[in-house]
Each structure stands twice: as C-alpha cells, then as structure tokens.
C-alpha cells in the first residue's frame, strides 16, 4: 500500500512537470528504462566516433580537419556527460561498458553503415546530426532531471555539428559535377538509415508506452520522424538535392511532407548485429578498450593515492 501510494505521488509530480531527482523515490521500472534509454544514449555517441573519425586524417583542407576533429571530440564528450547521468540511478560506468564490449547492450543502429567518401561527413552531420537534434530537444524536456541537463549541452553542440554538415553538403552540391554527383549518393545511401533512427512505430515498440506515461519522452517516435522529414526535405531543395523517395509529396492540409514505407526488414537486421558494419564497429571499440588499460590503471592509482574516485573508464 505504501509503494501505491509513493507510485501515486511520483506520478502526480509527472504530471505537473516537476524534475525527478536522483535522490527521489521512483519506480523500480522507471529507474531501469532510464539506464538502459541512457547508457544506449552514451554509447551511441562513443561508437558514433567511429565512422567520422576514419576520416579526420583524410579531411580536404586544414580547416575541414579541424573542425571535424573538435566535433568527433564533442562526441567522446557527449558521452561522458551520459556515462555520469546514468551514474546517478546507481549503476556504475564500468558495467555499462562492459555490457557494450559484451553484445548485451545496444547503441544506435546509424553506426553500422559505412562512410564511403568525404560527402558521407557532411550527410552525417546534416541528416544523422539533424535527426539527433529532433530527438534530443524533446528529451530535454525530459522528466529526470540529470538526462534533461545533459540534453541542454548537447543540443548546443549538436547544432554546431549540423551545420558544419550542412557547409559540406552545400559546397559539393555547387561544385563540380563529381562532387554533386558524390554528394547525392551519399544523401541515396544515409536518407532511409537517418529515418530509422528514431525507431520502430511505437505501436511495434515495447518501450514507448511507459517512457510517454513517466514523460521520459514526450513525443512518439512517429511524431519526431514527421518533424524531422518535414524540416529536412526543404533543405535538400534549397541546394538542389533529391530525396531518394518516389513517394514523397507535400500535403498542403496537414502541412506535412509524407513519405514511402521504410524498410523496417532492415532495421531488424541492423539491430540484431547483421548490418553493414557491426562487427567492425565492436572490434574496434573492444581493441580502443584493451589499448586504453593503462590510462585507466594509472587514473585508479592515482586517485587511490590521493584518495579520490576514478572516474575513467
């Protein structure tokens, strides 16, 4: 009756908007949707560094180099900000990532495609970034108040990142025509994959319900991929680009451009670890871990000594 009672209270705090904190009661459930929703966050932006950071070495100026390097660094950040929200409902970093390194945990399924030219950076930074914008402002709003903060920063930075997307795309789309040639190939490879992103129908999705309930999320994942596709469709227009859909097409009553079924066979299978670059992407995050053991036995030392927390991981 007590656990009725406290349920009753955290969910009358939901719906008034207020923050929960890490201190407060919650449910049990609500505590673990939030690890697992967090820490797939976290790593998402930790192997999300991987497809980009191939290509820091073969940026084609100094500039371009530079900025791709401070982005692909933002995203280490990112996670780190992540890593320390889902620390505070109790878990600790290091069984989070050995639950990556293990194949138990999830990131998101847009890093198992691969990055084929230079284009394929700016697509990224356009479409891949511009999705995680949609989806990373409505949590924001989030209930739990550690996850909405760190969405704040986030958001900030993630602009940042489109943009510097946006710059490549609309440079080659007015280049030559190998360049325009190069760039809507990379928009033909990444359209559909960017569209998966935000996830299954949620009538398919077993997640959804709960995390609109507590207000985890307060948009469906439907309702973000409409947003997404209407914000993004005008862009391409704007530097003469095709979206690979022949259903595409404005509603001029609903204001919405609606858009062909996505392949969600697809989806499945990237999900289960049968995409283009899954296996790739752990390899290489297993060999960064192992190669980074002595960082993390010497941060440990170090902080024993001076009696502090290590908080490498």
Excluded at 145 to 159: H, L, Q
């Amino acid at each position: 009756m007590e656990d009725k009672k406290r349920l009753e209270e955290f969910e009358a705090r939901i719906q008034r908007g207020e923050k929960i904190e890490p201190k407060d009661w919650m449910p049990e459930r609500y505590r673990k949707q939030l690890i697992r929703m967090i820490s797939q966050h976290a790593h998402s932006e930790v192997v999300g560094m991987l497809p980009e950071g191939n290509w820091i070495t073969r940026a084609p100026s100094l500039r371009r180099k530079l900025v791709l390097l401070a982005k692909v660094q933002d995203e280490a950040g990112h996670g780190l900000y992540l890593y320390s929200a889902a620390e505070t409902l109790g878990v600790d970093r290091q069984e989070l990532i050995e639950q990556l390194l293990e194949g138990k945990a999830k990131y998101s399924n847009i890093f198992n495609y691969p990055t084929l030219t230079w284009a394929d950076i700016g697509v990224i930074g356009w479409l891949v970034d511009g999705a995680a914008i949609v989806n990373q402002t409505m949590l924001a709003k989030s209930s739990y108040g550690p996850y909405s903060r760190a969405m704040i920063r986030i958001c900030k930075e993630e602009n940042f990142h489109k943009r510097q997307g946006y710059e490549i795309v609309a440079t080659m789309a007015k280049g030559t025509p190998e360049q325009k040639k190069m760039v809507q190939d990379a928009v033909n490879r990444w359209w559909w994959p960017s569209l998966m992103m935000f996830g299954p129908h949620d009538t398919d999705s077993p997640n959804s319900g709960e995390l609109l309930r507590w207000k985890v999320k307060t948009k469906t994942n439907d309702e973000l991929r409409q947003r997404f596709v209407n914000l993004t469709v005008p862009q391409a227009h704007a530097v003469g680009l095709t979206i690979p859909d022949p259903d595409l097409k404005y509603n001029p009553e609903t204001g919405n451009w609606e858009f062909g079924e996505i392949d969600w066979d697809e989806f499945w299978r990237v999900i289960k670890g049968d995409g283009p670059c899954n296996r790739e992407r752990m390899r290489a995050r297993r060999k960064a871990h192992e190669e980074g053991a002595w960082v993390r036995e010497a941060a440990a030392a170090y902080a024993a000594k001076h009696g502090m927390k290590s908080r490498v991981a």
